[in-house]
């Protein structure tokens, strides 16, 4: 009960004070997609200017997860790849993409052709630090085959991991969009296809104009 009940008193006590202050409010953004900050960022660069008088805050540090943190009023917006419902909670798909194997030009894998679990057995897998259990190259591709990489290691930044794969010295299963952005790197479809959607989520009721307003420019600028 404290868990639920102290971030909302927390949160009342800063939209007093923004209030006091002569400020309309604040939001604060969870993020679940490491690699959706760059298109964040072109989200928050209008919002900003057409609303001066919102303070504006992103976070990934969750005490509990990014959706025990939307539901315990930590955050107001979460951006997440991989919604769960729950009551009181709505999702909105701003846009898809579809996951990729990210491998250096000149892997061995490059030019191959219709990719299987078996062929990561002798790599080194990079990804972000997040429990295998939410990572879809595992839950979608490795798990159901039994198959595992030769090593799994984690970094924490996206430009870290493209210049480990770029460099051959890992594979990593990446957005589409990101490999489009580095020369050195090419993207292979994994199995039949991993196909996602970023949404954003939020809690039901009646929300301030200007999370409207963040809503409204989030679902016309895409990747």
Known sequence: MANRVLPQLERGAIVLEDYARGRRG???????????????????????????????????????????ALLNHEIDILVTPDPIDRPGLEYHPVFDYELLLAVATDHPLAEKEGLVPEDLSGETLVTYPVP?????????????????????????????????VASGRAVSATPDWLVRSVDQVRGLRIGRGIRKSIHLGIRKGKRPDYI?????????IKI
């Open 26 to 68: 604040a939001i604060r953004i969870g993020m679940e997609c490491h690699p959706c900050q760059d298109w964040l960022m072109r989200v928050v660069d209008p919002f900003l200017a057409q609303w001066p008088e919102v303070d504006l805050d992103v976070t990934t540090a969750f005490q509990f997860g990014g959706l025990q």
């Open 212 to 220: 409207e307003g963040l809503l409204s420019l989030a679902q016309k």
């Open 132 to 164: 295998r259990e939410r990572l879809d190259i595992y839950t979608r591709f490795l798990v159901p085959s039994g198959v595992w990489p030769r090593r799994h290691r984690t970094v924490e930044t996206t430009d870290l991991m493209l210049r480990l």
